[in-house]
């Protein structure tokens, strides 16, 4: 029995020695992962940092002091341009190098290299919409700057300096949890890091759905379902501006044309309700006569955050603000002189051709009434333990060909096969570091709009301000010469009529500068009202937030960075304000029974705010939700629609206009539902959901506990993550947290001869779990806060929030 024994323990010893030195999948071994010695025990940092520290790297021309406050924001001093960049690289890397590096490989592609073959196609699908093709050209324009070129070369010796001193016992955690080393940055990746997001900001489409729509329903009910202008807008333009050119003529639209849809593969499709908030209120509207600039842009909210604050400054340059990581500059900021935001347009800059091939072999396709020769690109794609994948990528003239139909059996000889190419700017030669290599050392209302000439994507809405007591907004990008709603539907790639005919002029583009009612402002909705000339989009984003900051803005005086503090994180809900009271006319509340009773009392006196404790908001939520479905989920059923609903303004429009309509009939009833039934239905579903998933209506109706609200790690680790949390706020009010998006940066900037900025981030500097400065910032986000920003005129001022000071000389 003892030889027994011991002869199991020995086994069970050998085999876990065994199991822990062994890879599972794409995990580390287990032993290496807990090893003291290499393992992730390496990366607690200890809350006691040096105040005064000394570094030598390799390529330094001068020295380099960082001073570091209290939430470990560096502050960059730099005797010159090169070796500011080189040290913003290496400071960069120091805390988000996980972060740069799989981002890079996500929009390169590269993502199965490390992660396996689950990511295949999430690579192939990047790498078929031209990723890196489009990278490959805007690293040709950036490089052929001098500035820019100097600047990229610089900042990706940081980072190499950085990763060349890392033993593996110091790489960040989610090497070592993905089991696999950091490699040597290239100034493409800087470029990979615009593509990401071009593709976050316009990447998505909705030709297909949309098309599909047409074929199924004609032009008239189409038109009517999903017009060119909504009921509601409030544009970013103010209604009434004079456009002073001349407008280049408009090409006429080609002949309708239906393509034959492949609906074998999911397209990326826009999704509605994301957002982000910029305006500038003019000196005669503050309280000391100065412009206040405020931004706020919506994403995806992650661990580590998108942004990473960063003070640069150098003999030519004094910056403050947020970048990206993995690419120099600042993004979004202010200076001694101006400061900037940003949102989104929505542009429609990605448009679908439909390309006719030859025959199987795919070497022609046909294009003005001839045959043309395709050219092919080969995508080596590698996968972590398996032999790589060779992707051969048809290109047209248009574009790479994303999506190909294949024949199929009993498809005869005559079989004409068929394919998807993308014509997208991204896939253009651009330079938008450019935009901000001029934004950063910008002095007056000349550099800005001379910043904005690089920037052709993703259109953005630049806000600006300075202290010359100047504002103004451009909804800036590339914007290719279109007929109205060319690319709303899949578009015929033979006729060269469909073709992108130039560009609208830069000095064409929609631009107010410091306009009468005192304030610029913009929340994703219409750029300009109908009158302007050109085709930008025939779909933005719900006016409802901009109406709201519109309103609060029109009426306030004597502002103050507190008032904008207070607009950035407001809750009202337009959307409740339009459509509450129609929606409450139609209740029947004779046929209610109790519960349902009293939630129509909580809903008749909301106030119509997404606050934390609102019972009220819950209730309208998700009535709303509900109604909205219901509306449209008999009609929009079949899969190749995509759930590719009309917008919320157009089911607005049915309920405060036109409450005869057939849309509201449930088509898979036998009666006939008019607007009252889908009104009642949608109520008593909702207070029956309400109470099945959290009980009578009390403390666990109110918005905080309802609503789902969480930081997720980008590993998606529950143990790095946030942690569900309650928050006030939805899609549609101006503090637009909903699903995982919300405010990622929060920023206001008063001008003034001294300037002072005051912003937020949702976590915190370091990319490390295990840093105090994770997630040290988060709760001050959480309480609709912000901190002022410490920005610092030389490297010898004072200042108590300093608390370790980084020198870094050459070797």
């Known amino acids: 029995m003892k030889f027994t024994k011991a002869f199991l323990s020995i086994a069970f010893t050998l085999v876990l020695i065994w199991a822990l030195q062994k890879k599972f999948g794409p995990a580390p ?7 003291p010695a290499n393992g992730f025990w390496q990366n607690a940092e ?3 940092i040096l105040p005064t520290t000394h570094l030598m790297l390799p390529g330094l021309t001068g020295k380099v002091t960082i001073k570091y406050d209290e939430n470990r924001i560096p502050h960059i001093f730099a005797d010159n341009e090169h070796d500011l960049y080189y040290a913003q690289g290496y400071i960069t890397a120091t805390e988000r190098l996980w972060q740069m590096d799989i981002q890079t490989r996500q929009a390169a592609g590269r993502l199965a290299e490390v992660l396996g073959p689950q990511l295949l196609e999430v690579d192939r699908y990047h790498r078929r919409m031209g990723m890196v093709y489009g990278a490959e050209k805007t690293l040709k324009a950036m490089m052929s700057e001098p500035a820019v070129r100097q600047m990229i070369l610089a900042y990706t010796d940081g980072i190499n300096a950085y990763i060349h001193r890392l033993h593996p016992r110091q790489y960040p955690i989610e090497f070592k949890l993905l089991d696999y080393a950091p490699e040597d940055w290239k100034p493409i990746n800087c470029a990979f890091l615009l593509k990401l997001m071009s593709e976050t900001l316009a990447g998505g489409s909705n030709e297909f759905a949309m098309t599909n729509i047409l074929k199924r329903f004609g032009s008239k009910t189409t038109a009517d379902l999903f017009p060119d202008y909504p009921m509601h807008e409030d544009p970013i333009i103010p209604v009434g501006t004079k456009w002073d050119f001349k407008p280049l003529p408009i090409p006429h639209p080609s002949a309708s044309f239906l393509g034959l849809m492949n609906d074998s593969v999911k397209r990326a499709v826009k999704e509605e309700g994301i957002g982000s908030n910029n305006w500038a209120v003019s000196g005669s509207k503050t309280a000391n006569g100065y412009p206040i600039l405020a931004n706020d842009p919506h994403l995806n909210l992650t661990f580590p955050s998108i942004w990473y604050q960063i ?15 993995g690419a120099p500059c600042v993004i979004l900021g202010f200076n001694n002189n101006i400061s900037w935001g940003i949102t989104n347009v929505d542009a429609d800059v990605l448009d679908w051709y439909q390309v006719k091939f030859r025959n199987s072999k795919k070497e022609e396709y046909w294009y003005n009434n001839q045959w043309n020769k395709t050219n092919r690109r080969v995508e080596v794609i590698n996968i972590r333990g398996q032999e790589p994948l060779y992707d051969t990528v048809i290109y047209t003239h248009h574009g790479p060909v994303v999506y190909e139909d294949k024949a199929k059996k009993g498809d005869g000889p005559d079989f ?6 993308l014509r997208w700017i991204a896939h253009d030669e651009s330079d938008e570091l450019m935009t901000m290599y001029i934004l950063n050392r910008g002095k007056n209302y000349a550099d800005y709009r001379k910043a904005l000439t690089y920037f052709n994507a993703p259109a953005s809405n630049f806000v600006f301000a300075s202290k010359d007591n100047d504002i103004a907004i451009t909804p800036n990008g590339k914007y290719p010469l279109k007929y109205r709603d060319q690319g709303k539907f899949i578009l015929d790639g033979s006729d060269p009529v469909d073709d992108w005919h130039g560009w609208i002029p830069f000095d064409q583009n929609p631009t107010v500068k410091n306009p009468p009612r005192g304030f610029v402002s913009s929340a994703n909705q219409s750029s300009t009202d109908p009158t ?4 930008i989009n025939w779909s933005f984003a719900p006016y409802e937030r901009g109406k709201r900051i519109n309103d609060r803005l029109t009426a306030m005086q004597k502002a103050t960075v507190d008032s904008m503090r207070m607009l950035q994180t407001d809750t009202y809900s337009i959307r409740a304000q339009d459509i509450l009271p129609a929606m409450l006319k139609y209740v029947d509340a004779s046929k209610l029974d109790q519960p349902q009773l009293e939630a129509l009392g909580i809903i008749k006196s909301w106030n119509k705010d997404f606050s934390i404790n609102s019972t009220g908001a819950s209730i309208f939520n998700a009535w709303w939700l509900k109604m909205y479905a219901m509306i449209w989920s008999d009609d929009f059923a079949a899969k190749d629609l995509q759930t590719n609903y009309p917008s919320v303004d157009r089911t607005e429009q049915l309920l405060l206009k036109e409450p005869n309509s057939k849309w509201f009939d449930d088509i898979r009833t036998p009666a006939k539902e008019t607007c009252a039934d889908i009104v009642n239905k949608a109520f008593k579903t909702t207070v029956s959901d309400l109470i099945k998933e959290h009980g009578k209506p009390g403390k666990n109706w109110e918005w905080g506990s309802v609503k789902k609200m969480e930081i997720k790690h980008l ?16 899609g549609s009010t101006i503090n637009a947290l909903n699903n995982g998006h919300g405010p990622s940066w929060r920023m206001v900037v008063q001008m003034g001869p001294t300037v002072k900025g005051y912003g937020i981030l949702p976590g915190g500097e370091s990319g490390n779990p295990g840093s105090f400065f994770y997630d040290d910032m988060l709760k001050i986000w959480q309480k609709g806060e912000l901190k002022e920003l410490l920005f610092l005129q030389s490297p010898d001022e004072t200042s108590d929030r300093i608390k370790t000071t980084l020198t870094i000389g050459s070797k």
């Open 29 to 35: 071994p287990l032993g290496d992962f807990l090893s």
């Open 532 to 535: 302007y000339p050109y085709y």
């Open 46 to 48: 200890s809350k006691n």
């Open 715 to 730: 590993t998606r680790q529950e143990a790095f993550s946030s942690g569900n949390f309650a928050t006030g706020g939805t």
């Open 416 to 421: 004409v096969p068929v394919g998807d190419a």
């Open 311 to 325: 003070q640069l400054t150098a003999p030519s340059v004094n910056v403050y603000g947020v970048s990206l990581p």
